[in-house]
C-alpha cells in the first residue's frame, strides 16, 4: 500500500508500507530516515477538510490503512507527520487536566486523590470518574447553538434536559464513541461558526458531510482540553497507556536497546567555569556566573557581527541584530495573536512551548508567545536604544539583549521574568 505523508512545512512524501503497519510504527520508520530528535514527541495527525478543517491525531497502536479506509470520496484528507508535546502529558501531570471543579468520583472514593489514584481509576474497566460541565451544542440541521449541562460517563455522552440536574428522566443521549472518532476544531468561531474557538466534534465512521458531524465547543481551552483528554482515555483505555510506557517496539524493530542514545545531562550537574587565567576554576558565585555568562553573549555577538571587506578590512554589521532573528526556526513574521496561539495548540499545551513574532499592534515591537498551565501567555519583547546602541528586553531594561536570538538563548535556559523556561520552539506549520 502507498500513502502520501505531509511534512511541517507542507512538503510531502510517498510511503510503500504494508498493509498491517500501526501509526507508530510509519512514526518511527519517518523518524529514523529524517535522523529526528525528541522521538517520542511525533505524532500522525489526520486532517479532514470539510467547509472547515479538522483533525484528530492518530494513536499509535491503529492501523494506518483502516484509518484511511474509512475515507470517503467526498472528503478532502491529508496525513500530517509532525510533532505534539502534549501526546501523553496526561499521564505524566493527570492533575493539571482534570480540574476539580469538572471531576467527580464515585460517592465510594475520596475526593482528594493522588496522582497515580486518578490514573488508575480513569484505566479501571470498572469504574470511571464523571465529567461534567456546560457546553455548547450545534442543533442538528441548523445554523444555531444551544448551550447545554453534559456529562460524561461509560456508556457515553448525555445531556441535561433540565438544568444541571443528574437524575436519569432529565439525561438525554447525546454520542458514544465506538463506532466514531474525536477530532478538534483547526480554524477560530469565524470560519466554524461556532459561538467560541474551543471547538471538537464527532464523526461517524464511513459517514461523510458536515451533517453527520457532531458538534459541541467549550467555553475556554482548559474547559476542551478536560473533555477530550477524558474521552480520549474512556475510549482506548488502558492501550494508551501501553503505548506510553512502550514507545519504541513495534514491527520495525526500533526499541530503545538499538536506537543511538542521546547524551542526557541534569542542569543540577552543570558548573560555571572560568578559562581566562592560567588554571581554570569553578564559579561559584551565581552573580558572577551570571555577570559572566551575558559579558561572554555579548562578545559572541560582537565578533559573530564584522565580516571582511573586499579589501580584508572589517565592517561591523550594524544591522543583523535587527534581523539576524528572521532565519530561526521559531520566528514567525506576521502572524496574529490567534494564528500564534492556534500553532502553539497543534504543538501541544504543554509548559515551555513557544514562539516569536512581530507584534501587530506596534511594529517596532516582537510578542513571545508562551505555553504555561494549559494557558497560552503572550509578552511584549521591547526594542530599547541605549548610547546609540539597540537592545531587546522583556523586563524593561532590567535584562538586556543584543538580538532576538540571544535573548532565546537566555531564557532557555532561565526563567526570568518568564513562568517557566523556553523549551519546545513551533515551527511554522502549513494547512
Known sequence: QVIKVYSEDDTSRA???????????????????????????????????????????????????????????????????????AKYEFFKNPLSFFPDHMISFPSETSAALSHSGILQMFLSSSTYPEIHGYL???????????????????????????????????????CEFSNSDMYMSLTGKKISGAPTNYGFCFKPNKSGGTRDLKQLCADDEQSRTCWMTAIRLLKYGMQLYQNYMQPYQGRSGCSP??????????????????????????????????????????????????????????????????????????????????????????????????????????????????????????????PLEDDGKLFYTLDDGHTRFTDLIQLVEFYQLNKGVLPCKLKHYCARIAL
Open 136 to 174: 455548547h451544542a450545534k442543533e442538528q440541521g441548523k445554523k444555531s447553538w444551544k448551550k447545554l449541562y453534559f456529562l460524561l460517563r461509560r456508556s457515553g455522552l448525555y445531556f441535561s434536559t433540565k438544568g444541571t440536574s443528574k437524575e436519569p428522566r432529565h439525561l438525554q443521549f447525546f
Open 257 to 382: 536497546l538499538n536506537i543511538t542514545p542521546m547524551r542526557s545531562i541534569s542542569e543540577n550537574s552543570l558548573v560555571a567555569m572560568d578559562f581566562s587565567g592560567h588554571r581554570s576554576r569553578i564559579i561559584e558565585n551565581p552573580t558572577e556566573a551570571l555577570s559572566v555568562a551575558v559579558e561572554e553573549g555579548l562578545a559572541w555577538r560582537r565578533r559573530g557581527c564584522l565580516r571582511l571587506n573586499s579589501h580584508g578590512s572589517p565592517i561591523a554589521m550594524s544591522n543583523m541584530g535587527m534581523s539576524i532573528h528572521r532565519s530561526q526556526s521559531w520566528f514567525h513574521h506576521k502572524i496574529s495573536r490567534e494564528e500564534a496561539q492556534r500553532l502553539i495548540l497543534q504543538h501541544g499545551l504543554v509548559d515551555g512551548v513557544f514562539l516569536v513574532r512581530d507584534s501587530q499592534s506596534n511594529p517596532k515591537t516582537f510578542v513571545l508567545s508562551l505555553s504555561h498551565g494549559l494557558k497560552i501567555k503572550h509578552f511584549q519583547i521591547v
Open 15 to 85: 510511503l510503500e508500507v504494508p498493509s498491517d503497519i500501526t501509526a507508530r510504527d510509519v512514526c518511527q520508520l519517518l523518524i529514523l530516515k529524517n535522523h529526528y530528535l525528541d522521538i517520542c514527541f511525533w505524532i500522525f495527525l489526520l486532517i479532514i477538510f470539510f467547509c472547515f478543517p479538522i483533525g484528530r491525531a492518530i494513536e499509535d497502536h491503529e492501523l494506518v490503512m483502516e484509518v484511511q479506509s474509512n475515507w470517503v470520496m467526498e472528503e478532502e484528507n491529508k496525513l500530517y507527520f509532525r510533532k505534539n508535546y
